[in-house]
């Protein structure tokens, strides 16, 4: 390198130049800190022209406008109106009533043959002793039928009569008006309709009827 006083050449390690003394090493230069860039005006001038647009803009959003009727019929248009439709009356169908359907008159209902006393002595052969006792308590309220001659006219009103069939039970009549009673004697003939109301087993069938109606011959 050259010597920066003499400007004769020296070796490059050389901290002196050896010919006129001077020194050969550059002093080191302070480091300035950086110098601060200044922000420029129109920057701030840009940034509150852009604000001051955003509050005109929030401002609009907030308060739209007059609210008065005037700036609303300006601003609203009118409805356009819908012509009318004519309703066409839907005509009403009448039901028609259906013709009356003849009712089938009932069938006559066959009359059950009315108990006799001659029943009861026939189920006595058939039946066995419980199905007897079964039958005597079903027995009470039915209504049967009776015709034989008279045994006795007992002083309570009650009448003994003797069945028409052959070795028929011994029926007890009761509930006779007493004027009835008087009436009767013995082997008169009486029949009539009662209803059952005890049918006992004792030396025979003892069948106790009271009697709804009679007719003495």
């Known amino acids: 390198m050259d010597c920066p006083s003499c400007d004769r050449s020296i070796p490059d390690d050389a901290n002196l130049c050896p010919y006129c003394g001077a020194s050969v090493v550059e002093p080191e230069s302070k480091s300035e800190p950086p110098k601060k860039r ?24 907030v308060f739209p406008g007059d609210d008065s009727p005037a700036a ?28 009356p359907t ?11 043959a009315l108990l006799t006393i001659f029943d009861i002595r026939q189920q006595k052969k058939e039946l066995t002793d419980l199905q007897w006792d079964d039958y005597c308590r079903r027995l009470r309220g039915e209504e049967v039928r009776f015709s034989g001659k008279v045994l006795e006219v007992y002083s309570d009103g ?3 009569i003797n069945d028409d069939s052959e070795k028929g039970p011994v029926v007890i009549l009761k509930q006779i008006p007493r004027e009835t009673a008087l009436e009767i004697g013995k082997d008169d003939r009486v029949e009539g309709i009662g209803t059952v109301e005890e049918v006992s087993v004792f ?3 003892h069948v106790d009827i009271a009697v709804t109606g009679m007719r003495i011959d």
């Open 38 to 61: 200044k922000v420029p005006v129109w920057v701030f001038i840009v940034g509150a022209v852009v604000l001051l647009c955003g509050c005109l803009f929030v401002l609009t959003l």
């Open 72 to 99: 609303d019929s300006a601003q609203t248009p009118e409805p356009t109106p819908t012509p009318a439709v004519e309703e066409t009356a839907t005509p009403r169908h009448t039901a028609t009533p259906a013709p």
């Open 203 to 205: 030396l025979g069938i």
């Open 158 to 160: 009650r009448v003994q």
């Open 102 to 112: 003849a009712t089938p008159s009932p069938e006559p209902t066959p009359t059950p």
